[in-house]
């Protein structure tokens, strides 16, 4: 039987960022997909917040995204819009990109890094022991992984596998969407009533995006053509001849997290660890950055650099971010109902976020420029997105986040640090000696004092900032990059 380091379950966007993240670090680990190719209906997903950019951007694809798709300022809370053009980030927007191109993207990149998808490839039964996991497929042939990384959505067999608890609220209303062609012209826009918020969208092929509020909540059993009709007759008084759907799909505001991401060797990552209503945007956002969070850890742990409780920060780190997200969107279903009292507390809510400081800090948080791992006190910068600064090095002038397209991490010494050395940790740690003379800022925060040096872990985060020697290195060195003998 072939026994893999790392087997992931699950060819969507998380798990196909998870795989390149894996092949980056020198570890080969193949998704197996159920599906039988990388096609699939619906355009789903409607595009990326300015962290996710800033992720892409630090692997070098972000110009792949953005050159398909449109910049636009589409943070928003509860329907107020959340302008980020103000922020100290090179890409001080968002991307309107619909899931199935970012899928194409994705999959082009990684088949170019030689990332490998089964497809048609059902993962039916986990076994796990204490040296790994079986994994049993659907054509009955078997597998076997040191880890396995549930990256296989809502309904993850991963999960249920591992027994992990899924805890969170049932759903409270069910949307339809689907992919149509209209025989008349329709009332373009959204559109709010006492059933709730409706949408119609034209797409590039002429086609029309369909997004209709139940007027009762279901949550289960096939959805038909004549279940649409009946619920854009409630909203519109019309079906506008609707024909020919490509994909008619349902979801709900249920929302619900992994009470644990790690049961023993098996991982969760994306919607399989998290799931919530698609307001606000956030979902596939956070299934990247939760990837991109654990790649590099995992790698080390595989190749024997870390200890396994390395994988316990992924939890740490992740499980806040997702939980806030998952909050925000319970907080935008409830202030969605259509009744005076509702109404009065949203429009309280936007005089808020007109004002500057509610408007920087929540769209701080919805654009994912905010997020902040807890790695103690100290420099504001620690735990926190090292900004892409343009730094001159002894081979010209260089972006920060052009170091990291390799997927390593950095230490970056800005030359007020004496004694600043990388010793044992050379062969995992890129130091380079760097100049910059500009301002340093974070969005949210505003100006920071100018550190003398960062250490910047692959996935962009700062884990530790030189003052005036190296105090303090040495242990953050250990504590991310694995100890000294290694
Ligand atoms: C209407 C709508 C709008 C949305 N809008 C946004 C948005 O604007 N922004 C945003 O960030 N997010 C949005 N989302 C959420 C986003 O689509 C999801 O969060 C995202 O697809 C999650 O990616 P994933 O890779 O974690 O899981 P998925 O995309 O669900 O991928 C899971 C994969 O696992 C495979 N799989 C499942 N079980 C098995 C198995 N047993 N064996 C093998 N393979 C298996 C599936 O076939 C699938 O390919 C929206 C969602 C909806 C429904």
């Known amino acids: 039987m072939t026994e893999y380091p790392v087997v992931i379950v699950g060819a969507g966007p998380t798990g196909t960022m998870l795989a390149a993240e894996l092949k980056l670090a020198g570890i080969d680990a193949p998704i197996l997909e159920v599906r039988p190719t990388q096609e699939r209906p619906g355009s789903r997903a409607g595009g990326l917040h300015s962290r996710t950019i800033e992720v892409f951007d630090q692997r070098g694809i972000a110009e792949r995204m953005l050159s398909a798709g449109t910049t636009a300022q589409v943070a928003a809370f509860n329907s107020v819009p959340l302008d980020i053009s103000d922020f100290p980030t090179r890409h001080p927007y968002g991307l309107a990109l619909w899931q199935n191109q970012i899928e194409r993207i994705l999959g082009e990149w990684t088949g170019e890094l030689g990332v490998r998808v089964q497809y048609g490839c059902e993962v039916v039964e986990l076994v796990p022991d204490d040296a790994g996991v079986d994994i049993r497929l659907g054509d009955d042939r078997h597998m076997r992984a040191q880890y396995i990384v549930g990256c296989d959505g809502g309904r993850s067999l991963v999960r249920n596998s591992a027994g992990i608890e899924f805890p969170g609220w049932d759903a409270t209303i069910s949307n339809l969407i689907a992919e149509v062609e209209f025989a008349d012209e329709p009332e373009w826009g959204m559109r709010h009533d006492a059933i709730g918020i409706h949408g119609l969208g034209p797409l590039d092929d002429g086609r ?279």
């Open 208 to 486: 029309v995006r369909v997004v209709v509020t139940e007027r009762r909540l279901r949550t289960a059993g096939d959805v038909t053509l004549d279940d649409l009709r009946k619920a854009m007759v409630a909203v519109w008084g019309t079906d506008f001849g609707v024909r020919n759907p490509t994909w008619i799909s349902r979801f709900t505001d249920s929302a619900r997290q992994a009470d644990t991401y790690r049961a023993g060797r098996i991982l969760l990552a994306g919607d399989a660890a998290h799931i919530h209503y698609p307001v606000g945007g956030q979902g596939l956002n956070l299934g990247v950055q939760d990837a991109v969070n654990l790649g590099w850890k995992l790698a080390q742990v595989v190749k024997g650099t870390s200890r396994d409780t390395l994988l316990d920060t992924y939890q740490a780190e992740r499980h806040p971010a997702a939980a806030r997200v998952v909050r925000d969107t319970l907080a935008q279903v409830a202030l969605r109902r259509a009744d005076e009292r509702t109404k009065a507390l949203g429009e309280t809510i936007a005089d808020l976020l007109r004002m500057d400081e509610p408007r920087t800090a929540f769209a701080g948080r919805m654009s994912g420029l905010d997020i902040h791992y807890d790695f103690g006190d100290g420099h504001p910068l620690l735990g926190r997105r090292m900004p892409d600064l343009d730094l001159m090095t002894a081979d010209g002038s260089r972006r920060v986040f052009e170091l990291l397209h390799n997927a390593r991490p950095v230490l970056l010494n800005f030359g007020g640090t004496d004694g600043i050395e990388i010793g044992p940790w050379a062969n995992r740690v890129r130091l380079l000696d760097v100049e910059y003379d500009g301002m340093w800022e974070l969005p949210v925060l505003g100006e920071v004092p100018a550190p003398a040096a960062v250490l910047v872990r692959p996935d962009g985060y700062v884990a530790w900032v030189g003052a005036d020697g190296p105090a303090g290195l040495e242990a953050a060195l250990t504590t991310w990059f694995g100890s000294p003998q290694q």
